[in-house]
């Protein structure tokens, strides 16, 4: 039994620590989907809104937990990766500058659904930059 109890507990420790030190793969991240619909998602968000992405890039830098992977201003495509607070799951979320419109895509990285949170992020920034989000 107590060898069972082992077992079970480093697989929980193994699990977290994978979930916390798992490499983010710009390559695989640092992309927006080929068409930017508003709505929210099972694992995620998409919002197109007028915007500035340099604006908003302040907001999103000054969130706990978050940091850029990949992208910046300049280049006009910026993801960040934000973690949970208690599991450290990673969300990522991709801002895109075009023209005068700023596209949003939040997604997780482990699971099927996020329960809103990533909706709910996008939406306090928006609403931080004086958007609408939707």
Not at 35 to 54: C, E, I, K, N, W
Request: aromatic share 8%; hydrophobic share 45%.
């Amino acid at each position: 039994m107590r060898l069972w109890l082992g077992l079970v507990l480093l697989g929980i420790v193994a699990g977290m620590a994978y979930v916390r030190l798992a490499p983010s793969d710009p390559a695989r991240w640092h992309v927006m989907p080929e068409s930017a619909t508003p709505g929210d998602l099972a694992g995620g968000a998409v919002r197109v809104v007028p915007g500035d992405l340099a604006a908003l890039d302040g907001i999103i830098r000054a969130t706990p937990r978050t940091r850029v992977l990949a992208g910046d201003v300049a280049q006009g495509m910026i993801t960040y990766v934000t973690r949970s607070r208690l599991f450290g799951f990673p969300d990522y979320t991709t801002l895109r500058q075009d023209g005068e419109t700023l596209e949003i895509y939040g997604r997780l990285r482990f699971g099927k659904s996020d329960l809103g949170v990533n909706a709910t992020r996008i939406d306090g920034w928006l609403q931080r930059l004086g958007q609408a989000g939707g």
